[in-house]
C-alpha cells in the first residue's frame, strides 16, 4: 500500500531526546517499510526515516529557531497532504484533530492516532463534526471520556525488539523517567526512594512552563548523590539507565494514555512500580512485570517486592506484547479493512 503518515512538527522523527509520539511514529514507519510498503512521513525535515520523507518545515520546532509559530507549520502540513492525499490509499494521522476538516474531503481512506488525553472541554463537539472519522486508541483507558467517537482500534505502542538489551543483574537504584511536572509524580518518587534508602536517578526534562514548579518543589531535594539530576537520556544512554535499575517508580497523578517509558523498562527486564491510573493497568501485569499500587505507602512495599521479581519474564511480556513489529501488523489490518470498501 502507499502510506502517508503525517507527524507533529514540534520534535523530528524520530526525536533527538523527548518525544514518545514522534519516536513511536518512527519505529511504525520503519516496520511499516520492512512489510514492504511505499510509506511517505510528513515532518520536520531534520527528521531522518527508512521511507520518503516529506519535510513539511526544516527543523523540528522545540529545538528550531525561537518565536516560530507552531500554526504557520501547521498550515504547511495540512497544504501538504492536501496537496498530495491523491498519491495514497491511506493515511494515517497523528496530529490529532487539526487535519480532519481536509481529510474527511479528501476521498482517501484515513485514520487518525490520539496520543494524547481526551478529558479536555469541547472535544466531544469535534467528534460530533467528524462522527464518521476512524480512530485509533493507544489503550482502552484513553477513550473512556469519548465513546461516542468512532473507534476502529486500540493498539497500544510497540519498540523495536532489539533496540534494548535487558539486564538480568539487580539494579542499585530507583530510577524516574519523563517530564518533571506534579502528574508525573516525581515528589513521590523522591520521598518513595528515601523511605527504603535507595538513590534514585531523575532522567528528566524540565518544560519551561514548569521551571517555577521545580525551582519551588524539586531543586533543594536533589543533592546529586542520593537524589540525582542526570537531564535528558537518548535512546544510547536510555538503555543502561533503564537496564541498571532495581526497579522504574512511575507514581503518575493523571490518565496516561499509555506511558511508553513503561515498557523501555520492561524491554531492559526492569520491573515497574506504578500508581493504579490511565493506562497502567493495560500494561503492567501486576506481581509478574511489576506492581500496581494504589497509594505512596504500597509503593514503599513493592519497591522491597520487585527484587524477588524474575528480570527474564519481564523481559519475555515485553516480546510477548509490545515489539514494533505487532503494533505494525496491528496499523497494517485497520489500513486494510479502510482501503477494502474503495
Not at 494524547?116 to 473512556?144: H, K, T, W, Y
Not at 493498539?155 to 511536572?181: M, N, Q
Request: with cysteine; hydrophobic share 45%.
Amino acid at each position: 500500500m502507499r502510506i502517508a503518515q503525517l507527524a507533529p512538527l514540534a520534535e523530528s522523527v524520530p526525536p533527538r531526546l523527548y518525544g514518545g509520539t514522534e519516536r513511536v511514529i518512527a519505529w511504525l514507519v520503519d516496520q511499516l517499510v520492512e512489510l514492504g510498503h511505499d510509506v511517505t512521513l510528513f515532518a520536520s525535515g531534520d527528521s531522518r526515516t527508512t521511507g520518503k520523507l516529506h519535510a513539511v518545515w526544516p527543523r523540528a520546532l522545540r529545538l528550531g529557531r525561537k518565536g516560530v509559530d507552531p500554526n504557520a507549520a501547521c498550515a504547511l502540513l495540512i497544504e501538504a497532504i492536501a496537496e498530495r492525499a491523491g498519491e495514497f490509499d491511506v493515511i494515517h494521522s497523528h496530529v490529532d484533530w487539526l487535519p480532519l476538516p481536509v481529510l474527511a474531503r479528501s476521498g482517501v481512506p484515513f485514520l487518525t492516532t490520539m496520543h494524547g488525553r481526551l478529558d479536555l472541554p469541547g472535544l466531544s463537539g469535534v467528534i460530533g463534526a467528524f462522527p464518521q472519522a476512524p480512530f485509533v486508541s493507544i489503550s482502552d483507558n484513553q477513550r473512556r471520556p469519548l465513546p461516542e467517537a468512532n473507534w476502529v482500534a486500540t493498539i497500544p505502542h510497540g519498540l523495536p525488539k532489539d533496540l534494548f538489551w535487558p539486564s538480568y543483574e539487580s539494579g542499585s537504584y530507583l530510577a524516574f523517567l519523563g517530564r518533571l511536572t506534579a502528574e508525573k509524580g516525581p515528589e513521590d518518587a523522591i520521598r518513595i526512594a528515601r523511605a527504603v534508602r535507595m538513590p534514585l536517578r531523575i532522567a528528566a526534562k524540565i518544560p519551561r512552563a514548569e521551571t517555577v514548579y521545580f525551582k519551588k518543589k524539586l531543586e533543594h531535594e536533589i543533592d546529586g548523590e542520593n537524589i540525582m539530576l542526570i537531564g535528558e537520556v537518548d535512546e544510547v544512554r536510555k538503555q543502561p539507565f533503564l537496564a541498571g535499575a532495581a526497579a522504574l517508580l512511575f507514581p503518575i497523578n493523571w490518565p496516561e494514555p499509555f506511558g511508553l517509558v513503561m515498557i523501555e523498562a520492561m524491554a531492559c527486564g526492569t520491573p515497574v512500580i506504578a500508581y493504579r491510573s490511565g493506562s497502567v493497568p493495560e500494561i503492567v501485569e501486576d506481581g509478574v512485570t511489576g506492581f500496581i499500587v494504589d497509594s505512596e505507602e504500597q509503593a514503599i512495599e513493592a519497591v522491597k517486592e520487585a527484587v524477588r521479581l524474575d528480570r527474564r519474564t519481564v523481559r519475555a511480556r515485553f516480546e510477548d506484547r509490545f515489539v514494533a513489529r505487532r503494533m505494525a501488523r496491528e496499523y497494517e489490518s485497520r489500513y486494510r479493512e479502510l482501503v477494502a470498501p474503495s
